[in-house]
């Protein structure tokens, strides 16, 4: 323990950690991807496969992940839509007969569709009539423990998104709490989202370290005692992992739960540090799992935004000085918010303007809007899970939640009738892209020699 301890607290792992890297996505990446460059046959395949996403409706079709009892392939289906398609739920069994395709080429932008469904694991995709498919009762014996022990978090998910439908949520404050606490973003529709990308607060609506944090303060607080030290921090991991099954295991999630894991193990040999070490420690093991996740544009950013956190965030918090601080609470309270908001959005924006071509200009006020009001958010959700037999108290929390989701927007959609909200048109390559960060790097020297870190 005492070694692990020492390792990602002071060695400086991270030229190891891009070795690594670069080993795994350079000799491992290319395996993975001839796995997933299955060699269909032209004719109409008759398979057996399970639901293993949330459906989504659309105009005339119904959008399933399907993973196949033979070969265990993940596919993307799209179930013409009829009566028949939009019963089908989440864990359903489904035998189908109909030509299997290699994934489409499209780009937009830098958006690579193949490389996108590559890094999500799918192998194939499908065009399905009303009569090429029909529901099947299906053994699951097949499927590993993990497919399995995630498909079983899944239908809990689904049961908890039932509940909110029952509390009476309305649509847009569903869509909105799905996305923020269950991940589930299915409902949302795109003039929401455009909302939120245009005043830069798209993270908001990706489960983070923000979520898993909230996570791990409740249950510090409630058996956080030094005499059960031990106990609490196996309670907290298993916890954080639970959360991370239940929804999906992004990668952002993944990397949050997983270096709260290292903060918990370190904090039985009472070091409490989080590094840059632990980090790139991190980004190791998830490649080492899946090393397509490089490309994954959630996990880049995820990444990069921690990673600019943990460099800027100490110095930026130092521009004012520490004794004036500790003499307005509030103005500390405020000033943290402020550094780290300023140290992820250095850390993210060459790659929001890469992907996006857009750069926000109010993310600060932004920020200063939903963070508070998302936090909020998720305690009052928490609480409702919780408290959802007293139906009193839930009525009177589910008007809180709604009444916070429309003030949320509201703030939002004012902030972006603002001058200059979102700069638009942003093209960078991929050597520019580098270049950018490269400044970064430098501007991170130059500043660690005026705010150097504390040891």
Request: positive net charge; proline residues 3%.
């Amino acid at each position: 323990m005492s070694r692990l301890s020492s390792l990602l607290n002071r060695s400086p792992i991270v030229p190891l950690a891009l070795c690594l890297v670069a080993a795994i996505v350079f000799v491992v990446g290319p395996k993975v991807r001839q796995r997933l460059a299955v060699d269909w046959p032209d004719q109409r395949t008759t398979f057996d496969a399970v639901v293993i996403s949330e459906p989504v409706v659309k105009e005339k079709v119904v959008v399933v992940d399907l993973l196949t009892l033979q070969g265990h392939h993940k596919l993307r289906g799209r179930l013409v839509r009829d009566p028949h398609s939009k019963q089908v739920r989440l864990g359903d069994g489904l035998q189908v007969c109909t030509y299997i395709n290699k994934v489409h080429a499209w780009q937009r932008g830098h958006f690579d569709y193949q490389r996108y469904m590559a890094c999500h694991g799918f192998s194939g995709e499908l065009w399905v009539k009303s009569d090429d498919w029909q529901q099947k009762q299906l053994s699951l014996a097949g499927l590993s423990l993990f497919e399995r022990t995630k498909l079983r978090f899944l239908l809990w998910r689904h049961q908890l998104l039932d509940h909110y439908r029952q509390w009476g949520i309305t649509d847009k404050a569903y869509s909105i709490l799905a996305a923020m606490t269950l991940g589930e973003k299915s409902q949302l529709d795109a003039t929401l989202k455009d909302t939120y990308s245009q005043v830069g607060a798209s993270h908001i609506l990706a489960l983070s370290g923000l979520h898993l944090m909230i996570i791990y303060t409740v249950i510090t607080l409630l058996v956080g005692w030094r005499r059960f030290h031990t106990a609490s921090q196996v309670l907290v991991v298993l916890a954080m992992w639970a959360f991370a099954f239940l929804v999906g295991l992004s990668p952002s999630v993944v990397r949050a739960a997983f270096m709260i894991s290292i903060y918990a193990l370190l904090s039985l040999g009472h070091r409490e540090r989080m590094s840059v070490n632990t980090l790139a420690f991190t980004a190791i093991i998830m490649l080492l799992v899946n090393p397509l996740s490089l490309d994954d544009m959630g996990f880049q950013l995820s990444f990069m935004a921690v990673l600019a956190i943990q460099l800027f965030g100490p110095m930026l918090k130092r521009v004012i000085p520490l004794h004036i601080q500790m003499e307005h609470r509030w103005l500390k309270a405020l000033w943290g918010l402020v550094s780290v908001s300023l140290a992820a959005q250095i850390g993210t924006a060459p790659l929001i303007a890469y992907y996006f071509e857009r750069f926000a200009t109010w993310f600060l006020l932004s920020n200063l809007v939903v963070i508070p009001l998302a936090t909020l958010l998720l305690y009052l959700t928490l609480l409702s899970i919780c408290m959802c037999w007293w139906s009193g108290l839930l009525a009177l929390l589910v008007t809180a939640l709604s009444f916070i989701v429309v003030i949320m927007n509201h703030l939002l959609e004012g902030i972006t009738q603002l001058p200059l909200c979102s700069i638009e048109g942003i093209h960078l390559s991929l050597l520019q892209l580098a270049c950018v960060y490269l400044l970064i790097g430098c501007g991170y020297v130059l500043l660690s020699l005026r705010y150097p870190r504390s040891r």
